[in-house]
């Protein structure tokens, strides 16, 4: 597995870099079956430092954590340690599942884009009611059921996912409401 350790204008010492190798091995080997790659990446933010996980799985699933703490070891741990509960409840919910995905999930190419929410000439951007559009990248869709959908939502911490139902082939989007529940929308067939 191959873990990638970097510090955004912060010096990363070998004693930091050999405990993240060592802490993230030894979770990846419990919890996860064939984990691909780690990256791993601190930040100052004022006072306490900030530490960002993220972890790629042979079954195409992404997991990532993050943590705060004034010490930077105490950051790391922290992001660690919700790394490891969430990589423990994905494996526990696929052996209660009894459903392990034998092949990787696949991706289908879409386009992002990032646009500007508080443009200078709001008012004309309004009437014209054309975005300006910021930034322009390559994401994937993934295909998975809607089940696998949401652990990804979960384990991944992300507030909204969108996914290609390996059902129906259709777009759906999985998203954390705000009493907690999961939401779910499914384009259906137009009623003739």
């Known amino acids: 597995m191959k873990i990638d350790v970097n510090g955004k204008q912060i010096d990363i010492g070998d004693a930091l870099r050999g405990h993240v190798i060592e802490t993230l091995t030894a979770a ?14 601190f930040t100052r933010d004022r006072h306490e430092f900030k530490c960002e996980c993220s972890t790629h799985l042979s079954t195409g699933m992404k997991a990532q954590a993050s943590g705060r703490a004034g010490d930077i070891y105490a950051a790391f741990d922290a ?3 919700r790394l490891a ?12 599942h009894h459903r392990t995905r034998s092949t990787p999930v696949e991706s289908v190419g879409a386009a992002s884009f990032v646009i500007e929410s ?11 009611l054309q975005p300006v559009i910021i930034a322009e990248t390559k994401t994937s869709i993934p295909v998975l059921s809607v089940g696998e959908a949401v652990l ?3 384990i991944g911490d992300e507030p909204i996912l969108m ?5 129906n082939n259709e777009i759906g989007v999985v998203y954390r409401r705000e009493d907690g ?3 779910w929308i499914e384009p259906t067939a137009a009623a003739s």
């Open 28 to 41: 990846m080997e419990k919890y996860a079956e064939r984990p691909t790659d780690a990256t791993v990446t």
């Open 79 to 81: 992001a660690s340690d």
């Open 85 to 96: 509960k969430q990589l423990r409840r994905y494996k526990r919910r696929l052996k209660n």
């Open 118 to 128: 508080d443009a200078p000439d709001a008012e004309e951007a309004s009437e014209s």
């Open 152 to 154: 990804q939502m979960e």
């Open 163 to 167: 996914f290609r139902n390996e059902k």
């Open 181 to 183: 529940n999961v939401g």
